[in-house]
């Protein structure tokens, strides 16, 4: 419950710092984690990424296509470091740093430490350049105050007893 409050005393306070977004009467659209694309243009693959979802590259595509929001997903790391995430593994959205390769075995996000995630692994896309390292969420938080985007927060940080203890 404290790491919830937490969090979203966290996300309110980005989100007051960064770049005013006016929100008229009329409904606003959200760039899904970040915005994203998939390699073939033709459909949506959710296995197959030119820009990695929840990436800062995300953040800049989002900008580059006029969203004036992203919603992005936070999880913890073993040592307690927030990073942006969707899924509770990294196996589909990261590759191992070395030559993109798939992952074996499941790799839980909340039982691996953050310096692992990033010495190790990288956002899985086409194109080296897109090829980064995970976010943490002050990295992204930063990237959208700096690219002048409004963060929605996703918070997938409720995996029970498993938690790591805040510091």
């Known amino acids: ?59 800049r595509m989002a900008v580059r296509f006029g969203y004036p929001s992203i919603e992005c997903d936070v999880r913890w790391t073993k040592d307690s470091v927030l990073v942006c995430m969707h899924d509770g593994t990294i196996n589909r959205t990261m590759r191992l740093k070395d030559g993109q390769k798939p992952i074996e075995g499941k790799v839980r996000v909340s039982d691996t430490d953050f310096k692992t995630l990033r010495d190790k692994y990288r956002l899985q896309s086409s194109e080296e350049e897109y090829r980064e390292q995970i ?33």
């Open 1 to 59: 419950m404290i790491k919830r409050l937490t969090i979203f005393i966290v996300a309110a306070l980005a989100m007051c710092s960064c770049a005013t977004t006016r929100f008229s009467d009329y409904p606003t659209v959200f760039a899904h984690r970040g915005c994203w694309l998939s390699e073939d243009s033709q459909t949506i693959s959710r296995e197959s990424f030119l820009v990695p979802e929840n990436s800062l590259s995300g953040v």
């Open 135 to 167: 976010p943490t969420f002050e990295e992204m938080l930063l990237e959208c105050k700096e690219c002048g985007i409004k963060p929605i927060l996703h918070c997938d940080i409720y995996e029970g007893s498993s938690l790591p203890t805040m510091r």
